[in-house]
């Protein structure tokens, strides 16, 4: 089976630094990818690791340890907007297919 | 706005109607999803296409019947529904080749009556 745990909620204040974590362990690997959902609206495409190590992009960063089976969403200089639901999602083996964690929630606070 | 669009936005629709839920792209993308996703849940796949062909069903129901009529266009046929099968529908898109993420659609928030 498949299996990806990220924290349900998070809090953080303007300005801040968050970090969200996703652990995994699923049967194939072909990458780990982090979404963006604001209620009621689809998820937008943030960020993703194929290969250990860490990549950025602008005020989002996201690390893989494959042998960990550990990853995460690094979010610096947060803004209000950037409240929203992050989703860890696990590319499997068969035809792109995504396994998505439940989600965590995060509120940026003024 | 995304590349992949959905038709309509919001549905609302007794147990005995009969629709359907389109989902549009033009990036050559030859797979393609649909998802159902409850509110404060992830979403959950039901199907997939890869090359207009059926690849995947995740033991949805019946009532719901996808078609792939030509490699842009992605159809959800509704019929018989249920209360508990209103949620956001959501389709996605990706190429088939290489690690390109999907491409999600704002989605269809259906209503069951």
């Known amino acids: 089976g498949q299996n990806i745990d990220q924290p349900t909620e998070m809090t953080a204040t303007e300005g801040a630094i968050v970090q969200i974590n996703c652990t995994y362990q699923t049967s194939g690997f072909n990458g780990l990818f982090w979404y963006q959902q604001h209620a009621g609206e689809a998820p937008t495409f943030l960020s993703y690791?194929?290969?250990?190590g860490l990549e950025e992009k602008g005020r989002f960063s996201s690390f893989l340890s494959r042998s960990k089976g550990y990853s995460y969403l690094l979010l610096k200089e947060l803004q209000m907007k950037d409240s929203a639901s992050y989703l860890c999602a696990v590319r499997g083996s068969t035809l792109g297919r995504l396994y998505f964690g439940r989600g965590t929630q995060l509120t940026v606070w003024p | 706005d995304t590349e992949v669009t959905q038709t309509p936005k919001h549905l609302v629709m007794g147990m005995t109607n009969k629709k359907s839920l389109k989902c549009e792209q033009h990036m050559g993308h030859r797979a393609m999803y649909w998802y159902k996703q409850k509110a404060k849940k992830p979403p959950e796949l039901m199907f997939v296409y890869s090359y207009e062909k059926l690849s995947i069903n995740e033991s949805v129901p019946s009532r719901f019947s996808p078609e792939c009529p030509n490699s842009s266009l992605l159809n959800l046929h509704l019929h018989a529904l249920q209360p508990e099968d209103s949620a956001l529908y959501l389709c996605?898109?990706?190429?088939?080749?290489?690690?390109?993420?999907?491409?999600f659609g704002d989605g269809t928030r259906l209503s069951i009556l």
């Open positions: 996605a898109s990706r190429p088939t080749q290489g690690n390109q993420p999907q491409h």
């Open positions: 690791n194929v290969l250990d």
